[in-house]
T-cell receptor
Framework: DGGITQSPKYLFRKEGQNVTLSCEQNLNHDAMYWYRQDPGQGLRLIYYSQIVNDFQKGDIAEGYSVSREKKESFPLTVTSAQKNPTAFYLC????????????????FGPGTRLLVL | SQQGEEDPQALSIQEGENATMNCSYKTSINNLQWYRQNSGRGLVHLILIRSNEREKHSGRLRVTLDTSKKSSSLLITASRAADTASYFCATDAGGGSNYKLTFGKGTLLTVNP
């Protein structure tokens, strides 16, 4: 799991509630990513950030929001607009190489499992 | 749509046997990577092969890439029970200054002792 931590390991959400998943890295990586994984499925990109104070929507951004105020942190908020939030959420980071591109290899955290009460 | 699609979806073998997993993709790529995921855990990077490479080795892993067929294979030799995990291929989305990977649905490998 490298130098990336995610908390909590399990998170329970009530109807209409916003919840925030934490992702912190001490690898000095510029790029950070949030993925959603449903049972038996691959990873789908929610949001990503190449640099502090900037982020882009991924393939399934609706119902989610992020911030990138610090290089080390990239929290993900699952809003009440996300009607089917039950999933395994994975955060990843990558170095930034020349020409503004992130290095190809991504390093993943241990994940947060979100369940709806 | 999924850029990478692994085949088979599930594979069960005996310890000591070789395991081969395949990945097909649809568009041109800069590189293709393989990751491993133990149940309920994060992904771990295994190996990266660039579009101008045909074969790459790392320990018991061998990866091939055929850009004309838009396919890759991951071979694990002399498998061990500890190799039991899901294996994903990932391709870059290409172009631009923003970099992101697209993952397939994975192959679940079970190695029986």
């Amino acid at each position: 799991d490298g130098g990336i931590t995610q908390s909590p390991k399990y998170l329970f959400r009530k109807e209409g509630q916003n919840v925030t998943l934490s992702c912190e890295q001490n690898l000095n990586h510029d790029a950070m990513y949030w993925y959603r994984q449903d049972p038996g499925q691959g990873l789908r990109l929610i949001y990503y950030s190449q640099i502090v104070n900037d982020f882009q929507k991924g393939d399934i951004a609706e119902g989610y929001s992020v911030s990138r105020e610090k290089k080390e942190s990239f929290p993900l908020t699952v809003t009440s607009a996300q009607k089917n939030p039950t999933a395994f959420y994975l955060c990843a980071s990558a170095r930034r190489r020349g020409a503004g591109r992130a290095e190809e290899t991504q390093y993943f955290g241990p994940g947060t499992r979100l369940l709806v009460l | 749509s999924q850029q990478g699609e692994e085949d088979p979806q599930a594979l069960s073998i005996q310890e000591g046997e070789n395991a081969t997993m395949n990945c097909s993709y649809k568009t041109s790529i800069n590189n293709l990577q393989w990751y491993r995921q133990n149940s309920g855990r994060g992904l771990v990077h295994l190996i990266l092969i660039r579009s101008n490479e045909r074969e790459k080795h790392s320990g018991r892993l061998r990866v091939t890439l055929d850009t004309s067929k838009k396919s890759s294979s991951l071979l694990i030799t002399a498998s061990r029970a500890a190799d039991t995990a899901s294996y994903f291929c990932a391709t870059d989305a290409g172009g631009g200054s923003n970099y992101k990977l697209t993952f397939g649905k994975g192959t679940l490998l079970t190695v029986n002792p």
